[in-house]
């Protein structure tokens, strides 16, 4: 009998090559159809994205620790971007073809680890159902740590199946892996403690030397940062400063189980909410300067008081929790999956993807758990705890992505159980599985109350007027804008800026006109109504200003601005003394700003008290000598006071500033007149009618002027 001989190397890992192969085809497809999209090659939209890049490039640039104080969100995906950044030189488009080659490694492992949990067919199935998985091809295409996390989640489940029956490093790598992962999903770590749990139910069949390599190998990372941490802070955070006002987002009076934007406006950004403000409101209601670690169990204290005191109002949150974490719906943080289907036609098909992989990972949990391997259980324990870990917090659709490739490897097995039910007449059996399908089809793609698909649409919107309006296309901008505001009426800024972009187009009445939009949309906006004040004044419509403007110093008491547009707006009124108290509240606020000082002179003047003006006018001249305006101010208060020859020298000053300052030069010709200097006081005037002028009649018979 001729021995069988041996499969090549290739016949060997066929299905892995070609699985990897397709991932990666699949994923550069959609890189160059995602191209098109304006936003494609810029960072500008996505506060995350930027902020990692920020980090990544400080890094690399020499600064290992990555900055001041505790990171503000997991430190991973930073120092990957500096090793890319620093190794290759690598452009954000090589490395989206990172995230690729990433996506097609995690394929390859899926496969490997359905294959020892499971059987062959499974893990086919599983690694098909990755390759055409669009939430996570969708993924590629941004700098955030979607790719990443995904493939160390299926590294580490890969070796850790080859650890039973292998070598101790193997469980020494899917130890490390998944601590790797924890510097940037910090609720990781709990999934530790649930796999000490199923070691010890396995103890016979892996020994203790295997559980203690991975334990060692997961906690050397987080280690690592805590060690970072503490030598920069001296306090022992473990990754990040975020978990206590995260748990406040989704544990609070306005959480609505995803993301919402916690104080005031621009506080998206992950080192102006994690760190400045969450800081400033803990240290304020605590009245002393606090570390970060105290501000973390501030934040924290404060969403268990609130759980405490609502117990209804917390437990149906979290009902809404587990149907936003299990449903179809993409919840988008800083990307938007439907929106990507503006440019991409990939997205426009409405096919139900976590929607049909997670009932079909549901049949996969059907399968017999009696001796199931130890892989298996494993990867169980994890969805589940990890799953758990996030209600804890809030849901976006890139938080339960590390979940994906193990329920990939469920959803290949529960196909083949499925198909092995029908195919082999095991009525009761298939019948049961199809029922679980079902029931698991409905529940994931029942639509959940005050969720849909568009949600994302008007802030995608804003962020393409944006780019538009920084390129000086304010046609596009403005179309963009005004979708922004009909998809989501409660975007403040999409207001603003389709204001500034009629602006630009000289389209004066249609700004303010947007900006009115914007008011009563979004009315308890201080943003919205000073820009619409400053608008009103700008069109000559003080009195209708006042109430905009005194309603912006209301709900942000807080904002110079605010109260010096409102001193303006009095001012074009005539109300000196309302105009003078709004500018001394600004000054309150901003003491070193030479143009509220010069504003408060000019209303001090018109008041009638002169003295107080010269004061403020010279601090304006002191504190900004190019201000326009401040010698202007002292020269009329030195002609005042009829010490011609300073009036004479700062209205000069005034016309060496501002050179088209018609009202210097004619001062200056006044102030000559009346220091009985007709000479210069001619000469003055000639300069005057020179820069555009209205002539004089009285002051040309006073100095005896004859024009040329």
């Known amino acids: 009998m001729t021995p069988r001989r041996r499969p090549g190397w290739f016949a060997r890992r066929r299905w892995p090559l070609l699985l990897a192969a397709a991932a990666a085809a699949v994923r550069l497809i959609y890189l160059a159809v995602a191209s098109r999209d304006p936003l494609f090659h810029t960072l500008q939209h996505l506060p995350d994205a930027a902020y990692f890049d920020r980090v990544a490039r400080d890094v690399a640039a020499g600064d290992w620790l990555g900055g001041p104080g505790v990171f503000a969100v997991g430190p991973l995906y930073a120092y990957f971007l500096a090793a890319a950044y ?34 062959e067919r499974a893990a086919r199935l599983a690694g098909v159902i990755w390759v055409v998985y669009l939430p996570a091809v969708f993924f590629t295409a941004y700098l955030l740590p979607v790719s990443l996390g995904a493939f160390l989640v299926a590294a580490s489940f890969y070796f850790l199946a080859r650890a039973v029956d292998g070598r101790l490093g193997n469980a020494a790598v899917a130890g490390g892996a998944l601590g790797l992962l924890a510097l940037d999903r910090p609720n990781v770590i709990v999934c530790a403690a649930a796999a000490v749990a199923v070691f010890a139910v396995y103890r016979k069949t892996l020994g203790w030397r295997k559980p203690l390599a991975w334990l060692v190998a997961f906690a050397v990372p987080v280690g690592l940062s805590a060690a970072r941490n503490y030598a920069v802070t001296g306090e022992a955070a473990l990754t990040s400063g975020q978990g206590g006002i995260t748990f406040y987002i989704g544990n609070s009076p306005g959480a609505t189980g995803v993301f919402y934007e916690l104080g005031p406006p621009g506080q998206a950004r992950p080192e102006a909410l994690n760190r400045d403000f969450a800081a400033a409101a803990a240290e304020k209601a605590a009245g002393r300067r606090l570390t970060p670690g105290e501000v973390s169990r501030w934040w924290l204290g404060r969403g268990v008081s609130w759980m405490r005191e609502n117990p209804g109002d917390a437990a149906r949150l979290y009902g809404r929790k587990l149907r936003l974490l299990a449903n179809d719906l993409e919840v988008g943080s800083n990307e938007d999956f439907y929106a990507a289907g503006v440019f991409n036609p990939l997205h426009r098909v409405p096919l139900p993807w976590f929607g049909l992989l997670l009932p079909l990972a549901a049949v996969g949990f059907a399968a017999p758990w ?21 209600l804890v917090f809030f849901v976006c659709a890139r938080y339960r992505m590390p979940a994906a490739p193990l329920l990939a490897a469920f959803a290949g097995a529960g196909v083949a159980l499925l198909y092995d039910g029908w195919r082999g007449r095991r009525w009761g059996r298939a019948a049961f599985l199809t029922a679980v399908l079902a029931a698991a089809a409905v529940f994931a793609n029942w639509p959940v109350a005050g969720f849909s698909r568009h949600d994302g649409f008007g802030r995608a919107y804003v962020n393409y007027g944006k780019y538009y309006l920084d390129r000086g296309e304010y046609g596009p901008a403005a179309g963009f804008l005004k979708g922004a505001a009909a998809y989501n009426p409660g975007l403040y800024d999409a207001y603003l800026l389709l204001a500034v972009a009629y602006d630009e187009q000289g389209e004066l009445d249609e700004a ?73 509240r600004a000054l309150a606020l901003s003491p070193d700003d030479g143009a509220a000082w010069l504003a408060l002179a000019e209303a001090l003047f018109r008041a009638g008290k002169a003295d107080e003006a010269y004061g403020a006018a010279a601090r304006a001249a002191a504190l900004d000598a190019s201000l326009p305006g401040a010698d202007l101010t002292l020269g009329t208060w030195y002609y005042g006071a009829r010490d011609y020859g300073r009036a004479a020298a700062f209205f000069q000053r005034e016309i060496t500033r501002a050179p088209t300052s018609l009202a210097a030069r004619r001062d200056l010709a006044q102030t000559y007149r009346a220091a009985g200097d007709a000479a210069r006081a001619r000469a003055a005037y000639r300069d005057y009618l020179a820069a555009g002028g209205a002539r004089d009649a009285d002051f040309e018979r006073a100095v005896d002027f004859e024009p040329y």
């Not at 419509?541 to 303006?568: D, F, K, M, S, Y």
């Open 86 to 119: 620093a190794i290759f030189h690598a452009g954000y488009t090589a490395l989206k073809v990172v995230n690729v080659a990433l996506d097609a490694a995690t394929a390859c492992f899926i496969y490997g680890f359905a294959r020892r949990a499971f059987d």
């Open 370 to 390: 009696r001796r199931a391997p130890f892989p298996r259980v494993m990867a169980a324990a994890f969805v589940a705890t990890y799953g758990l870990s996030v």
């Open 512 to 584: 303010a006109a947007a900006l009115a939009r914007g008011v009563r949309a979004v009315p308890a906006s201080p943003q919205l109504r000073l820009a619409y004040g400053a608008a009103l004044v700008g069109r000559g419509r003080a009195a209708e200003a006042v109430p905009q403007l005194r309603e912006a110093t209301r709900l942000e008491p807080a904002n110079p601005v605010a109260w010096h547009n409102l001193g303006v707006a009095y001012f074009e009124l005539g109300r000196y003394d309302d105009a003078a108290a709004a500018d001394r």
